[in-house]
């Protein structure tokens, strides 16, 4: 059997398990994700093992230490996916949720009542925790999922997969509700983004080569965010301790995140008093500084920021800094550099605070806050299959509701139009 045909019966699978799916009630889909929870811990040393054999690979090819890091699987990210798991088990099902029911003049009623997306086909890279928290969620709101990881957590991910697949089995609910696309062919995402018979979304998570092809080539809907240049600017009237401790762990607090702070944005009245301190802080933790000419001269052991720095995402442990002349300025400055995912203000200020809420364009704009709040987990999602910054349909961290959608329904007693 060629790869085309191999994915189509991975389609037809997936969209008879689906819809068997739509007979099971929520306490089966809950059991079934406490199931997946269960089999994950049971086997963490065997997760690992599989995972060791990705970091090897990983190691040998020379990737980079962020690489590496989203990479790896450890007890503590084993524990947080087997978590997840159970925090989207305790969320309300939102699968048949009615809601805006109302009676017209003609005595119907009429409203929404939330369904399924249907075949999800999810592609992403690097993560292993991607493979528990998009099965879980695809599950819980009664969708079947295919996955393809990438190449270089191959074995990582079969083995996370083969234990969902289990739980599954264990609930009585079909086992391709979640499969596994294991083989590292580039073809087969150009396949999946394609059957459009089949499959009804493309989730893809993962670098900007990999979201920008399926962009372009897809004839399946995509739900995505193509990268993460998130900023924070650091407002006139930022309270000090605020903006030290939000920029450092917007920053610091794990690299290689999509809402990791890339750009730091400081009014120019607050060059003297928190450039050189928020600066020597994130020096301290090994981040190079990229800085424009009126901040250079200000932060010993910086280098001189271009153009393209300012749109970076870096992924790493490097950092744009902007001094920018006023509150305007630093709204234009995102609105032209920022890829629309997340953004930070620091003000006492409650009107600028509130006109940077409506004016930034982004998935999610933040007050005094780190942009690393900026996840599923975080929002109170129980997990998320990605960040989208499309204008339709969901936008910003997708979870149950986000993988639903609203269907008309019509209530009445006979009723006929006149």
């Avoid at 389609?11 to 009630?25: I, S």
């Avoid at 009623?109 to 993560?127: F, K, T």
């Avoid at 301790?241 to 890339?262: D, I, M």
């Avoid at 995402?313 to 997340?342: C, M, W």
Wanted: net charge negative.
């Amino acid at each position: 059997m060629d790869l085309r045909s191999e994915l189509e019966k991975f389609g037809e699978r997936a969209r008879g398990a689906q819809r068997r799916l739509q007979g099971a009630d929520s306490a089966a889909k809950d059991s079934a994700l406490r199931s997946m929870a269960e089999f994950l811990r049971r086997d963490a040393d065997n997760l690992q093992r599989a995972n060791r054999k990705d970091l090897r690979s990983a190691e040998e090819a020379g990737k980079d230490d962020a690489f590496i890091d989203r990479l790896r699987l450890d007890e503590t990210r084993i524990e947080a996916m087997a978590r997840g798991l159970e925090e989207i088990a305790a969320l309300p099902d939102p699968v048949g949720e009615i809601t805006d029911l109302r009676y017209r003049p003609s005595g119907i009623q009429v409203g929404h009542m939330r369904a399924p997306l249907g075949v999800i086909a999810m592609i992403y890279e690097s993560r292993p925790n991607v493979t528990a928290d998009a099965a879980g969620l695809c599950v819980k709101s009664g969708n079947a999922v295919i996955l393809r990881g990438g190449s270089e957590s191959l074995h990582s991910n079969m083995a996370i997969a083969e234990r969902l697949r289990a739980a599954l089995g264990k609930a009585n609910l079909p086992l391709d509700l979640v499969q596994y696309v294991n083989t590292a062919e580039r073809e087969a995402v150009g396949i999946l983004i394609r059957m459009d018979r089949y499959v009804d979304v493309v989730i893809p998570r993962g670098g900007k080569n990999l979201i920008a092809r399926i962009r372009a080539e897809a004839t399946v809907p995509v739900i995505m965010h193509l990268h993460g240049n998130c900023h924070v600017y650091v407002d006139a009237d930022a309270d000090a301790h605020k903006a030290l401790r939000v920029v450092v762990n917007a920053k610091t607090q794990r690299l290689g995140t999509c809402n990791t702070a890339e750009s730091l944005l400081i009014h120019q009245e607050r060059m003297d008093d928190l450039l050189g301190p928020i600066a020597a802080a994130l020096q301290e933790k090994g981040i190079e500084i990229r800085a424009c000419e009126r901040g250079l001269p200000r932060i010993p052991g910086a280098i001189a920021a271009t153009e393209e720095d300012y749109a970076n995402e870096y992924l790493g442990p490097i950092i744009s800094v902007k001094v920018v002349d006023d509150f305007d300025a630093a709204i234009e400055h995102i609105n032209r550099y920022g890829s629309q995912h997340t953004e930070s203000i620091i003000t006492e200020n409650y009107s600028h605070a509130r006109r940077f809420l409506r004016e930034v364009d982004a998935s999610s704009v933040m007050v005094n806050a780190s942009t690393r709040f900026a996840d599923g987990f975080e929002y109170g999602l129980g997990a998320e299959i990605g960040i989208s910054t499309n204008r339709l349909h969901v936008r910003g961290p997708v979870g149950l509701e986000g993988l639903t959608l609203q269907k008309w329904i019509v209530l009445g007693d006979g009723h006929i139009r006149s």
